[in-house]
């Protein structure tokens, strides 16, 4: 079965203090969901049409736990608090079998 990922880049953050509240909410949620971070943050090289900013990278075991954990209690209480602290691109794509 296909992992699932959760695909994150940041075009712009306008309030890190509710980026910095997001991420503690949302660290727990993505644990809960079965959710393991392979990158956040760190050095980015952007290319064509591409931002070089925050982007995030998390692995789930299948496509469907990570549309599950996007849609939990959990992780919608930490976009709430995120709101509109960040302006980004977010996917759930399918990995390669």
């Known amino acids: 079965m296909a992992k699932g990922y959760w695909v994150s880049v940041y075009r ?3 309030d890190p203090e509710k980026l910095a509240a997001y991420n503690k909410l949302a660290g727990l949620a993505v644990r809960a969901g079965g959710g393991r971070t392979l990158a956040r943050g760190g050095r980015v090289v952007a290319h064509d049409a591409g ?3 925050r982007t995030v990278l998390v692995e789930f075991d299948t496509f469907e736990q990570a ?3 996007r849609e939990s209690a959990a992780y919608q209480e930490a976009l709430s608090v995120l709101s509109d602290g960040v302006e980004r691109d977010f996917r759930i794509i399918e990995g390669v079998d």
Do not use: F, N
Request: proline residues 0%; negative net charge; hydrophobic residues 65%.
């Open 12 to 14: 712009t953050i306008s």
């Open 51 to 53: 931002i070089a900013e």
């Open 67 to 69: 549309v599950a954990a």
